[in-house]
Every structure is written in C-alpha cells, then in structure tokens.
C-alpha cells in the first residue's frame, strides 16, 4: 500500500509529486476539485502546481509553471490530467476508514 | 475578478457541495488522531499509511477485548469456587472449592525440569550400592582370612 507519485527530473533535480489530505483539503474549499469536469484545460496546471506541496513545497510557483509548460501532456499512463484526478480520488479512497465511520462523497 | 470564472461566487447548494471533502477531513482527523496517527501526519503525511493505523487499532481492540473476556472468565471461576460457602444454608463446615493453581494454558515446566533431578538421585543409589557391595567384599574377605578359608 503505497501513495501514487507523479515522478520526473527536470533541472537535474528529481521530483516527486503528490498529495496530500491537507492539500486536497485546500483544493476543495477553493473549488478547483469542482470544477475538475468544467475546465479540464486550465485546472490541470492548478492541479499540478498544487502537487508539488508535499514533496517540494520551496519549489517556487514560477519554477512550477516553468515545469507545467515543458511538461508532455501525456505518457502512456494517461492524461495528465487523469492521473492527477486519480491521485486525488486515492486520498479520498485512502481516508476511509473501513466500516469504522459511515461517509459518503458528494461530487460537485 | 475575470477572466477567472473558478473564484465567481458559488450559490449555498454549490457550496454545500464543495466543501463536502474539507469537511469530512476535518471530522476524521479527530478519529485518526483517536487511534495514534499524529495531527501533522494526518495532514501533511503520506495518506496511505492510514490503513496500517486502522487495522492495527483493530488488532488492538481484539486483544484488548480477549483481555477483558479472560478476567470475566477468572472472576467467573472464583465466584464458582466460592459458591459452596456463599449458599444461605450450607451445612457447617462447607469449605469452597479450590482456586485454579495455574492461569489457564499455563506449561507444566515442573515436570520437565524433573528428569535430570531423577537422574542425579539415581546415580547416587548407584554409587551407594557400590560402595556397599565394595565393603561387603572387603568384609567378606578379611572374614574368610582369619577363619583360614581363603582360596
């Protein structure tokens, strides 16, 4: 059982990008998870800026968008977009405690 | 501001909606907290360790709970033992029941260690009798020397 990461090198310098519950958290009350299906084009950069809190959270959101620009929109795991989505959904996933609490997911 | 439609006022079902995953964090953050997982991991930690909390709490709880289940047991048999003298007309002289001289499963290591004390008194009945059966000989022919019997 092991969190999916996002990995790359640019700059010579490794990256390994995911989330966490607390940056999920902010995503949500700022409503970019929302608003994932209304504007896949521009929440992707969001997204992707946001992953890099964990893991690299001195790494400058100037820095991030110079990665998000030279990124290659897909691999053969997907769209980025798709895998960023993904890596959210496992947090919600991860956070179930399982038939300890009941909860449910409301989707924007 | 515009050109930036995500940060437009949202109607209250909107928001409703949204904050559904903030709030749900913040309600289970109390129970992971409640089971060891520290506020910092929660938040800003790796989510997938989360599982191995939960499922040790359980394995906790079991034990805990056989715990509770063996003393209920203890008392269970104490009270049984006692019940003889605890009637309202028991004849005089009713005596309880003895106690378990051993907790339930207890090894029988007693027993093990026994075999070498065995073994040690049954070498010395050995060095006894031989040194008896070398006395009577000596006995016998220190006898058979003065009677002039002496082959």
């Known amino acids: 059982m092991a969190r999916t990461t996002l990995d790359f090198t640019y700059n010579d310098k490794d990256y390994s990008l995911c989330y966490s519950i607390d940056v999920v958290k902010k995503l949500d009350k700022a409503g970019v998870i929302a608003h994932i299906p209304e504007r896949p084009l521009t929440i992707t950069e969001d997204l992707f800026v946001a992953a890099f809190e964990a893991n690299h ?21 997907g769209s980025l977009l798709e895998i960023l989505a993904e890596m959210i959904g496992e947090v919600q996933k991860a956070m179930a405690p399982k038939g300890n609490v ?3 997911v409301t989707r924007g | 501001m515009e050109g930036d439609e995500g940060l ?8 409703d909606k949204i904050f559904s995953f903030a ?25 997938s360790q989360l599982g191995y909390y939960v499922e040790a709490h359980k394995l906790k709880q079991e034990r805990e709970n056989y715990t ?24 005089k002289g009713t005596k309880p029941t003895p106690y378990h001289k051993e907790p339930y499963g207890a090894k029988h290591v007693d027993k093990v260690d026994d ?3 065995q073994d040690i ?31």
Request: aromatic share 14%.
């Open chain 2, 68 to 91: 509770a289940w063996l003393q209920g047991a203890y008392v269970y048999d104490a009270i049984g033992a006692m019940s003889p003298i605890l009637q309202a007309f028991a004849k």
């Open chain 1, 57 to 77: 959270a001195d790494t400058s959101n100037r820095v991030r968008s110079e990665i998000y620009k030279e990124f290659s929109e897909t691999s053969e795991d």
């Open chain 2, 8 to 15: 437009t006022p949202l109607s209250e079902e909107q928001n």
């Open chain 2, 23 to 47: 709030e749900w964090a913040d309600d289970l953050c109390p129970y992971y907290m409640s089971i060891g997982v520290s506020c910092n991991d929660y938040w800003h930690g790796d989510y």
């Open chain 2, 121 to 151: 008194q049954a070498l010395n009945l050995a060095a006894k009798f031989s040194a008896f059966t070398t006395r009577f000989n000596q006995k016998f022919e220190k006898e058979g020397i003065a009677n002039g019997t002496d082959n």
């Open chain 2, 115 to 117: 075999k070498p004390k």
């Open chain 1, 102 to 104: 009941q909860w449910k």
